[in-house]
Nanobody, 129 residues
Framework: QVQLVESGGGLVQAGGSLKLSCAAS????????MSWFRQAPGKEDEFLAT????????YVADSVKARFTISKDNAKNAVYLQMNSLEPEDTAVYFC??????????????????????WGQGTQVTVSS
């Protein structure tokens, strides 16, 4: 069973930055992708960014593309989310998700949480105005 542990959240003022980390353990030798989502109070899960484990290809949601960057460290089985110019609207629980294998032909970026095999408990990010 894959376990995902997020860290790096906290309270930050508007305009500030945070870098979230997600450490994965227990996965098989193959990983297709890891991604970041968030859930704000009373809202549905929102896809933020995904990274293909083998070639590092990334896809970031248009809503955060100018401010958020996803990266990975294969040796550490970790994925990161660098968040800049944070806004109060970014306040949410941020969690990472793991997808073992692709289920579409060709390169495909998965943006729905139910397409993933595992996800973590999340880390709270609060942005004050």
């Amino acid at each position: 069973q894959v376990q995902l542990v997020e860290s790096g959240g906290g309270l930050v003022q508007a305009g500030g930055s945070l870098k979230l980390s997600c450490a994965a353990s227990g996965q098989s030798s193959s990983t297709y992708a890891m991604s970041w989502f968030r859930q704000a109070p009373g809202k549905e899960d929102e896809f933020l960014a995904t990274i293909i484990w083998t070639d590092g290809g990334t896809y970031v949601a248009d809503s955060v593309k100018a401010r958020f960057t996803i990266s990975k460290d294969n040796a550490k089985n970790a994925v990161y989310l660098q968040m800049n110019s944070l806004e109060p609207e970014d306040t949410a629980v941020y969690f990472c998700a793991y997808k073992r294998a692709r289920t579409h032909a060709g390169v495909h970026y998965y943006t729905f949480i139910n397409e993933y095999d595992n996800w973590g408990q999340g880390t709270q990010v609060t942005v004050s105005s």
